[in-house]
């Protein structure tokens, strides 16, 4: 009997288990490009282009290699427009009763393949090193979910890094040693950009005619878009960003977009590259005396560590999570997050680079977009719909724990043992964007005051109840309750004189 097997954009593996499972005699694969996915919420052009050119591609592969494959391009008149309908009409043509499906990575499809008319047998993800079951078992009892001891369970399944029982280099994590700031003659190799085939370039055609209001700038595109240029994506990387990417993977320069980072996170959560390949990858590089272990160690812990550990919070506490608001947050997304015009040079920067590359590293998307969506209390659900647009990499169930859990505290605490909150001094010690920008970064009150050190002192003002139990912000709140009273007043008038104009959409 004729299954259909459902491989959505972001599951571009040839491992997936739903076509492990499937028989490729006799099932059908059905990939579809629908409006009902790439235009709510409207997604980056960069990152619709990401994923439609790898599908095509992927399909082709699975053609090759003796799948039939039921594909609907975007603008094919039969297509359905949704996953469920799609199957649907798949189903009916090929005489279908059953699919199969892996596990999205986002709770409202897996809710419609759960509802779904047609019988779904819905298999697990098993793309991830940590099965869902195992972060469950390992999370089981513990009052707190720390991603470091998690790691290290990681790191001990694996071998990673490790010289028998014990870790490699004698410690199981080097960060102290990255958080170095920037220079400014620091080298900046660039990572490689895969110029649009035939295949591509008709995406982008198609892309630019039906996505043209939306945020982000679709040309230049030099996005890996196969199994192949993915490859060797992460061979450059590992030859020549590797080696200092541990050190200077927190710092920030105007202009440099990449530094050190790898930029493979887009392929890899589309399913172009093996998490486990990439680490044994760094890891060998380390072996080999190539790079120090640092920046090996580094980066295998932003993937065995941080990507497992944020896929399986989310898993594990359900569909619940993306609308954790613990600090009572409710602010509307100001329109400098789209490109609205700011005096805040690194807010700016940041965005900037977010439009053009549908891109910016970690540290940009959590200390600056982050934290001011955090200190200025900017409503959670309206900043995951940002950031899961805006980013190629963004799917939910790397997004919303980044989100909720990391940058604005809104788990209240599940993830974090403090908000990841900082006034413009930090800005100011890991970037050279304060230099250019027309705000005072050493000014804590008044016009010119760098907005982030006003609202950083009203956050810790308005939440001084819930942080006064939490030890890490015991110092904090000491030095806010030392500061004159004619001070904190003055800090308070700055900062609602801030949101208040943001929330008039006047520039800030």
Known sequence: MVRVVLVLGDQLSPELSALREADRDSDVVVMAEVHGEAGSPKHHPKKIALIFAAMRKFAARLEADGWTVAYARLDDPDNAQSISSELLRRAEHFGAKE???????????IAMLDEHPLAVTRLPDQRFIASEAEFEAWAKDRKDLRME???REMRRK??????GDAPAGGKWNFDKDNRKPPRDDLFRPEPPVFAPDEVTNAVLDLVEAEFADHFGDLRPFGFPTTHDEARRAAEDFIAHRLEQFGTYQDAMLTGADYLYHSVLSPALNIGLLDPLELCR???????DGKVPINAAEGFIRQILGWREYVRGIWALDGPGYTGRNALGHDRDLPWLYWGGETRMACMAEAVRSTRENAYAHHIQRLMITGNFALIAGLDPVQVQEWYLCVYADAFEWVEAPNTVGMALFADGGMMASKPYAASGNYINKMSDYCAGCSYDVKARTGPDACPFNPLYWQFIDRHAERFGQNPRMGPILATWRRMAPDDRDDILRSAADILEMMENGDRI
Not at 99 to 109: E, F, I, Q, S, Y
Not at 281 to 287: D, S, V
């Open 149 to 151: 001891w998690f790691y």
């Open 281 to 287: 990858m760094a890891e060998a590089a380390y072996r």
């Open 99 to 109: 699919v199969l499906a892996t596990t999205p990575g986002d709770w409202r499809l």
């Open 158 to 163: 694996t071998g990673l890094l490790m010289d």
